[in-house]
């Protein structure tokens, strides 16, 4: 017996998007009539929130993504105002400083991509030299946001690759 696994797919899929129009609709009907006509993924003003004893907050997130023939997906997670203010800031002052150059995000942005050698690198991006770039490299691998694989190509690591693209 063959499975057609696409079909499944798609079959499951539709079933997800009908279950969570469901879930949308619960939820409207549980509004009060003015904001029944809502858009679903409205941002609520914390004015509009109750939060007993004035107590920090978590955030909530989740997320998918299909790069370079890779599925990537983030389970549903919590984080709680103390965990997120609790981070280790030299390590996120580098993630930072490496983010703040226009060349090396175009670097990100063109390895997310597929992975590129640095020749590639300097083609692609108009670099000149491969020193620029090599300069460049080093605080983006630095900053645990490039790995070099076999062969030498340049590519973003899995775990960074949805926070990448959240920015």
Known sequence: MTR???HEMDVLQKQMAELQQLVYQ?????KPASASNQQPQEI???SNIH???HEPGSVFYS???YLNGDGLRWEPQERRMEQLLDMNTEKAAKI???LGNKQ???ILKAVMTEPLT?????ERLNMGTTGQLYHHLKALLGADLLVQEHGGRYALPKHRSLPFLLL
Not at 118 to 122: D, H, N, R, Y
């Open 4 to 6: 057609d696994l696409l």
């Open 51 to 53: 939060v007993s004893n």
């Open 63 to 65: 997320g998918q993504v």
């Open 104 to 106: 090396r995000l175009d």
């Open 26 to 30: 619960a939820l409207v009907e549980r």
């Open 96 to 98: 930072l400083a490496a």
């Open 44 to 46: 609520t003003s914390a």
């Open 118 to 122: 640095g020749s590639e690198l300097v």
